[in-house]
């Protein structure tokens, strides 16, 4: 009551408790108010410029006749910016998600990653059947007699797999066998070809496929992540013993997240020559988007539904807060990710962009945001799935009902899988192509156009990523107010007992001038 009679007083101008008259704030000049927003915005809008000139560069750059190494230096400060990102991954992902299970009990940990499991299933569900309904709809593989032919690319065909290898190899890496090895090799199983001979004599010749397993080049970032929540919840177990290796965890990550500070202001640089590059890059655009256009732009709307509308809506129904503004904080993120088309290197500047400008505290973000990074792929659910049908029609082959079922599950569960690299969801989608006896070798059609729908997918599999963040923030949020209403009740009424009697002392009003007025202001 106090505290809102002083607000009073110092809105109607009137003297304050201390003597002093209140200050008046003066409207702030149009010319400082420009300068602040422009300061406070500043790395979003030298992001966007990158973009711009970057575009810009590259129309100017591709008509000029360059050999490759040349082009290759124009895109060199790009390659920097993806190597530094590249560098801090696994530091960051092991430390945050370390730390981040160490400071929360198992009972926060398991509701935590319950939730945020519970989100990244049902998006990506929702963007795999946008990508069919998409497919169905526009029918990208149908109105041309015959396939688009397009050379040099049925060299990069990844081999086909059978899908109870694939599911094999995705537990796995769950537990990896060597982590040093996990930090920049996978498992992957590998077929070998066995002849065997008759028993009886007689020349029978039987082939049998037999699978052998191998280690590829990439981060088995999936063990990692695994490895480092166990880890974390050991150091919890330990009690004191723990504390000193948790306080080391804490101490890396802070300095990692200042060196993501650093190489955030070097972003939009880097962007700039990426997306350059990538346009001098392009070879004969023409015949690509005349024959694969409608697949193109079939990829892209639903990017668009999905990350726009979809997500979006899901946020302002459980939150009551508007999205957009949460999207306009993490867009440097954004455009880092459609610059890198990769989700794992763009995850330190999402951590930054998160807990500075969207509120997201820092045990939420360090924990959720590593783990969305690795199975939460809506971007890569839904690519997949309109490449399905986009492959189907062009083989003339009619999806029934069971079919489309199997597209949905395992697109959704195949891109668990998929890694946070470029061109990584063209490697799970010959799965799908499996599960539903497709040809593989469709794929080189999808490899033409990857780098473009590539980038939205990344974009989209960041997006979900941050929106799962600011869910879960909200809903921690939720939780501790009532846990403090209930407190501030019970406290309340304790207070009301054990107050009642030393309210009628004259001695002790005497010795405490103040208590009147304490109990005015909590009133």
């Known amino acids: 009551m106090a505290d809102y009679i002083e607000s009073e007083k110092r809105a109607n101008g009137e003297p304050m408790a201390n003597g002093l008259s209140p200050t008046v704030r003066s409207p702030e000049p149009l010319a400082q108010r420009a300068k602040r927003i422009v300061k406070s915005n500043l790395l979003v809008i030298l992001t966007v410029a990158g973009v711009i000139v970057g575009v810009i560069i590259g129309l100017g750059v591709r008509n000029a006749t360059l ?112 982590l040093v090895s996990a930090a920049f090799q996978s498992y992957a199983t590998s077929y070998k070809m066995v002849t065997k001979n008759g028993t009886d004599g007689m020349p029978n010749v039987t082939v049998e496929k037999i699978p052998v397993g191998t280690d590829q080049d990439g981060m088995n970032i999936l063990g990692l992540v695994v490895f480092a929540i166990v880890f974390g919840v050991a150091l919890r177990k330990l009690g004191e013993e723990g504390e000193i290796l948790i306080k080391f965890f804490n101490s890396f990550n802070e300095a990692t997240m200042v060196l993501v500070s650093w190489i955030m202001w070097y972003a939009p640089f880097g962007i700039m020559f990426l997306v350059a590059s990538k346009i001098v890059e392009m070879e004969d655009v023409t015949k690509l988007f005349t024959s694969l256009g409608k697949y193109i732009a079939c990829c892209i709307v639903g990017h668009v539904i999905h990350g726009f509308l979809v997500l979006p809506a899901i946020y302002v129904i459980f939150t009551r807060k508007n999205p957009y503004t949460f999207l306009w904080g993490i867009f440097t993120a954004l455009a880092t990710a459609f610059g890198t088309s990769s989700s794992s290197a763009t995850l330190p500047l999402m951590m930054k962009c998160v807990e500075e400008n969207n509120g997201v505290s820092k045990q939420i973000s360090r924990f959720i945001l590593p783990i969305g990074a690795t199975v939460n792929m809506d971007g890569a659910a839904l690519f997949q799935c309109v490449a399905a049908v986009f492959i189907a029609q062009l083989n003339n082959v009619s999806l029934n009902f069971v079919q489309i079922i199997t597209i949905l599950v395992t697109a959704t569960a195949s891109s668990v899988g998929a890694a946070g690299i470029p061109a990584g969801g063209v490697l799970t989608l010959a799965i799908i192509l499996e599960a539903v006896s497709l040809p593989t070798n469709d794929i080189s059609l999808i490899l033409a156009v990857d780098w473009l729908v590539d980038r939205t997918c990344t974009v989209l599999n960041v997006e979900g990523d941050a929106f799962g963040a600011g869910l879960l923030q909200h809903y921690t949020d939720r939780m501790s107010q009532k846990e403090e209403g209930t407190e501030l009740n019970e406290v309340k009424s304790d207070g009301g007992q054990s107050a009642a009697a030393p309210e009628h002392s004259p001695l002790i009003e005497k010795r405490d001038p103040y208590s009147s007025g304490d109990k005015g202001s909590s009133m």
């Open 67 to 178: 050999s490759y190494t040349q082009v290759v230096y124009i895109g060199f400060p790009g390659e920097l910016l993806i190597r530094l990102l590249k560098m801090i991954i696994i530091p960051l992902v092991v430390c945050s998600l370390v730390s981040g299970a160490a400071s929360l009990d198992p009972k926060s940990l398991g509701k935590l990653g319950g939730w945020a499991m519970l989100f990244f299933l049902i998006t990506t569900l929702i963007a795999s059947s946008i990508g069919v309904i998409m497919g169905v709809i526009i029918r990208p593989g149908s109105g041309s007699m015959e396939k688009p032919k397009l050379s040099g690319l049925d060299d990069a065909v990844p081999e086909p797999k059978e899908v109870v290898d694939s599911f094999l190899d995705l537990i796995r890496n769950i537990f990896p066998s060597n």
